[in-house]
Nanobody, 116 residues
Framework: VQLVESGGGLVPPGGSVRLSCVAS????????MNWVRQAPGKGLEWISD????????NFADSVKGRFTISRDNAKNTMYLQMNNLKHEDTAVYYC??????????WGQGTQVTVSS
């Protein structure tokens, strides 16, 4: 089971970036997927999830209205479109899937730095 994030980088305030998470070795289309981030010196913060069919989406208040989440089950890929980025969005972004209540899988993370 593997999750691989990509798409991070250095972005100016107000800018946009799209993250991708490619899944392998499990039935991606059957699972709710999550995006979670960790800012420097802080704990993990859940920011969004999307159900298996892509028709039930949730966001943390901190990103609502600025971020969108989507998935392409044919490509085993989930996306996070991040718009109007702020300094406080600087973090390592992880994708996550809970295969069972006890078994969660994480990607290696991708760094997003918002700075001018």
């Amino acid at each position: 089971v593997q999750l691989v994030e990509s798409g991070g980088g250095l972005v100016p305030p107000g800018g946009s970036v799209r993250l991708s998470c490619v899944a392998s070795e499990f039935a991606f289309s059957r699972y709710t997927m999550n995006w979670v981030r960790q800012a420097p010196g802080k704990g993990l913060e859940w920011i969004s999830d999307i159900n298996s069919g892509g028709d039930n989406i949730n966001f943390a208040d901190s990103v609502k209205g600025r971020f969108t989440i989507s998935r392409d089950n044919a490509k085993n890929t989930m996306y996070l479109q991040m718009n109007n980025l702020k300094h406080e969005d600087t973090a390592v972004y992880y994708c996550n899937v809970q295969l069972t209540q006890a078994v969660g899988v994480w990607g290696q993370g991708t760094q997003v730095t918002v700075s001018s």
